[in-house]
């Protein structure tokens, strides 16, 4: 009679489906949340070293809140979460460990997506991961410490800073803050005043037709190239610098004054003028161009 046994090179194999099985059992599901609002939230979301998209719900008269574990443990993790009336308060950040924590493969950290009515309030901060804001309407903080900054078919007053990371708007409205220490940056809306600043890194900016300034703005670069596109029917006094670069206006501006000592610099009218609008670059060339 022929017995069949088991080769030894099987059982490497049976423990690791074994492991895998087991792995698979563990593995924690997403962790949820929804807050009840009667009129318009004002939410403050902080997490450490995880992605977070804020987007809107539409008509929604609640707040939901999610977290996907991916390959993390919440174990790891400390979650605080309270809702006093129509105020939100989220917060996701690691537990401190001891030693060196040595990950093999791919390291998914956790992602945090937060759905909120379109009308809110929001100050939103990661410490380490990318943060995504969309279709809300209201005063929105956002803050990374080492990531992107994503923000589209937004308004309202915008206030964003990218310690080390590029920041994206698109179809924005209203008023904008925007500072990044090393990053490319991309704007794109219809405006009414702009603070906008990065150290590091190429800047365009597109002010979309309807905008009218109403405010003293600035856009300024330290070192890098400046592409600012305006409509032809904006209306501002403009000034313009380089201090290593040059100057390409597409516009006409009535001039009322030119100085190429110590870099370039031009002022002028663009149509009737209006608020200032000074366009600023350390190290880089400077583009205005018609839309």
Known sequence: MLVLRPSALSFPLVGLLLCAAA????????WQKSYPVSGKPSLFISTGDSSTEVRSCGSCREVHVRVEWNDRRPDDFNLTESQSGDHVIFELKEKPRLGIRISIGNHHEPRVTVESPNSADLEARTSDGALKASGLEGTLVLHTGDGSID???????????????????????????????????????????????TSDGRLDVRLADGSQLTSSSRIESSDGRVTVRL?????????????????????????????SG???????HLNAGGVPLTIHTGDGSVTIAAL
């Not at 792995?23 to 997403?30: H, L, M, N, P």
């Not at 080390?164 to 219809?190: F, K, M, Q, Y």
């Open 231 to 259: 409509p032809r029917t904006l209306s501002a006094d403009i000034e313009v610098h380089t201090g290593d670069g040059k100057i390409d206006c597409q516009l006409p501006i009535t001039m009322s004054g030119y100085n």
């Open 151 to 197: 923000v589209a078919d937004a308004g309202g007053s915008l206030r964003l800073t990218s310690s080390d990371g590029s920041i994206r708007l698109h179809n924005v409205t209203g008023t904008l803050e925007s500072h990044s220490s090393d990053g490319s940056v991309s704007i794109d809306g219809r405006l009414s005043g702009l603070q906008v600043h």
């Open 23 to 30: 792995a698979t059992s563990a593995a924690e599901s997403d």
């Open 262 to 268: 110590g870099g370039h610099n031009i002022r002028g």
